[in-house]
């Protein structure tokens, strides 16, 4: 292995930046002797209320030139952003959110968290903060807070700067695996259902929308513990396939036909329901037609119910046995649920694209009818924006449009890394870069927006920083660099890494790397969480899922990674005295590939080692 240059530095000479040096104080117009003691009692009353909180103040002990820095605990937790935001915000004394983090890399170079100027004018008199809760900013301490440097004024407002050494080295510092989120966003089982798979034709891309959404919420949720169940299960074989090719893991079987009891138990409720007006025949009376059980007049339900975010024009439902084979296996998805959890509640979210809701929301009143009992209560949607498909030559399937998308991943492959070996690795490679396209085409948008599918045949979309194609590049470069650094120890060129507890984060100077921790390592558990909550609609059925959030995370990332991966040599001259910043720096970069592998592991794409 050829190895690259020495690792150059950027912005600091190679030495290690001094700390930022904050005033004593900010500049705040100076308070009456009464109005100072009266802000100090009311500090000291904040600090024991923060104190039973698990959030610990304390004002600055000044001692030889180490102002303001109070000593890390011992056993302290994984810093979050959240933790850090609430401990701020209290130790102002004020509700509300007053400070914010930045994320650009221009503010990073002078703050890490902001209280703006706007926001302490609204939350204090005239915006004076007591000078005392601002100097012990630099004190707070607790399980998730990160070490903090002293709180200044600026004219932006009041800013924070992190310890950056012992902020790496608390997320560095011993990586066991993967960060996750904390369980508990979501309370009790849910079953997804996809209305989309029951359709007797062929799956087209705008039913992929909403399938491709539920198996990446379905990951999200489990990640968190907490128990999912997929519905329907597929009975087509075609579908099978596609969904096979996509990553979907999506359940098989025989659908409502296994249980003829449940679906005999909904027949006998549609006889007695009030609203049904099959039971109402006589001589005189029009017979219903062929295949048609029931007459259901949904609308009067709506109005007696009380029930909102109905669409209007809903009014008598033909009821078919093939309706309640669906209501059956629905029920049978709850019932498991809540005996595999032992619950007393399960959420049931139909993920339906916009083309369809209308017979969703059918489905949705005819079960409250047939069994209103809580769980049919909780019934949401999550409605997918429509699929717009640009200059077809005709209606595409969903086959099709996975094997343009391959074409095209080989087609690119060969431009860029010539003609490519026809061997079962390859074959791999191409399908899931085909797959990581697709899912980031109609993921990485919000879901209740319209995405557009440019499927010419000259046209590369998958290239490009934005798609799911250059996710998976960034990611087979992080395996490639360590798999070059094995290759190298073995040869005995470097010696192996050595633990966490011995690595010199100070070595850490560059803006990227304090970049990929800040933003990507630290918040990353509470980027999942956010993904996966399902947030109770206030008014109406309507729920919006924040599914968008890891592939935009992912692209985020990438072009950060990118662009320091390009910048700096990781991999540098043999000398001893490099060492310690290549270790601290491989440390660093194999936190960023377990970010990469678990957010991919939501999408159920496989982390590629080569392109």
């Not at 011992?74 to 850090?84: F, K, M």
């Not at 809760?133 to 800013?159: K, Y």
């Not at 990586?175 to 209305?195: K, N, R, T, W």
Request: aromatic content about 6%; some cysteine; proline content about 8%.
């Amino acid at each position: 292995m050829a190895v690259a240059a020495a690792d150059r530095h950027t912005g600091h000479g190679g030495r290690t930046p001094a700390p930022p040096t904050w005033p004593p104080r900010p500049s705040i117009l100076p308070l009456t002797n009464m109005a100072a003691r009266e802000r100090r009692a009311q500090h000291v009353g904040r600090q024991r209320e923060l104190r039973g909180r698990g959030v610990v103040m304390s004002l600055p002990v000044r001692r030889g030139g180490s102002a303001g820095r109070a000593p890390m605990e011992a056993g302290e937790g994984r810093p979050g952003v959240a933790a850090t935001l609430r401990a701020l915000n209290e130790a102002l004394g004020r509700p509300g959110a007053l400070w914010v983090k930045e994320s650009g890399a221009r503010n990073l170079r002078h703050r890490d968290f902001l209280a703006p100027r706007a926001a302490l004018g609204a939350a204090f008199p005239g915006g004076q903060v007591p000078p005392e809760a601002v100097s012990a900013v630099p004190s707070l301490r607790g399980p998730a807070v990160l070490p903090l440097w002293g709180c200044r004024d600026t004219p932006a407002g009041l800013a924070v700067q992190v310890r950056r050494p012992e902020a790496f080295q608390r997320l560095l510092g011993s990586l066991p695996g993967p960060a996750l989120p904390a369980a508990g966003a979501q309370e009790g089982p849910v079953v997804l259902h996809c209305s989309a798979l029951r359709g007797p034709g062929a799956l087209q891309p705008r039913h992929l929308r909403p399938v491709l959404l539920a198996d990446h919420l379905a990951q999200l949720l489990r990640a968190q513990g907490v128990g999912v169940r997929l519905v329907p299960a597929l009975t087509r074989e075609g579908s099978s396939e596609v969904l096979r090719q996509l990553r979907i893991d999506w359940p098989s079987g025989s659908g409502g036909s296994s249980f003829p009891e449940a679906v005999s138990a909904l027949k006998a409720a549609l006889g007695r329901a009030p609203c049904n007006t099959a039971c109402e025949q006589g001589p005189g009376t029009a017979t219903l037609p062929e295949g048609v059980i029931g007459k259901v007049h949904l609308k009067s339900f709506v109005e007696q119910q009380g029930l909102v975010g109905y669409d209007p024009n809903l009014d008598v439902l033909l009821v078919t046995e093939g309706m309640l084979r669906s209501l059956a296996e629905l029920q049978q998805a709850v019932q498991q649920c809540l005996a595999e959890s032992q619950s007393s509640c399960c959420s049931i979210i139909h993920v339906v694209n916009c083309e369809e809701e209308f017979q969703q929301q059918q489905l949705d009143l005819l079960w409250r009818i047939l069994d209103p009992g809580a769980h049919t209560a909780l019934q949401v949607s999550t409605v997918c924006g429509p699929v717009k498909v640009t200059n077809p030559s005709s209606p595409i399937r969903a086959d099709q449009y996975f094997q343009l998308r391959k074409r095209q991943m080989y087609e690119a492959s060969v431009m860029k890394y010539g003609e490519l070996a026809q061997d079962e690795a390859w074959r791999e490679v191409i399908d899931t870069l085909a797959a990581a396209a697709i899912r980031f085409e109609m993921l990485s948008t919000a879901h209740r927006s319209q995405i557009t599918l440019d499927l010419e045949n000259s046209s590369i979309s998958t290239k490009g920083t934005k798609s799911g194609a250059f996710v998976m590049y960034n990611c087979a470069r992080l395996a490639t660099l360590f798999d070059s650094f094995q290759r190298a120890v073995e040869r005995g060129t470097y010696p192996p890494l050595p633990p966490a507890s011995k690595l010199n984060f100070s070595c850490l100077r560059e803006e990227g790397e304090w970049l990929l921790l800040f933003n990507y390592l630290l918040p990353f558990p509470e980027v999942l969480e956010q993904a996966a909550q399902l947030p109770t609609p206030s008014k109406g059925i309507r729920i919006t899922a924040n599914t968008e959030t890891v592939c935009k995370f992912l692209i985020q990332l990438s072009m950060d990674f990118s662009s320091y991966y390009n910048r700096v040599h990781v991999l540098g001259e043999p000398f001893p005295h490099l060492f310690d910043q290549m270790f601290a720096r491989l440390q660093l970069l194999g936190a960023v590939r377990d970010v990469f592998h678990s957010a991919l592991a939501t999408l159920h794409l496989p982390p590629l080692s080569q392109i």
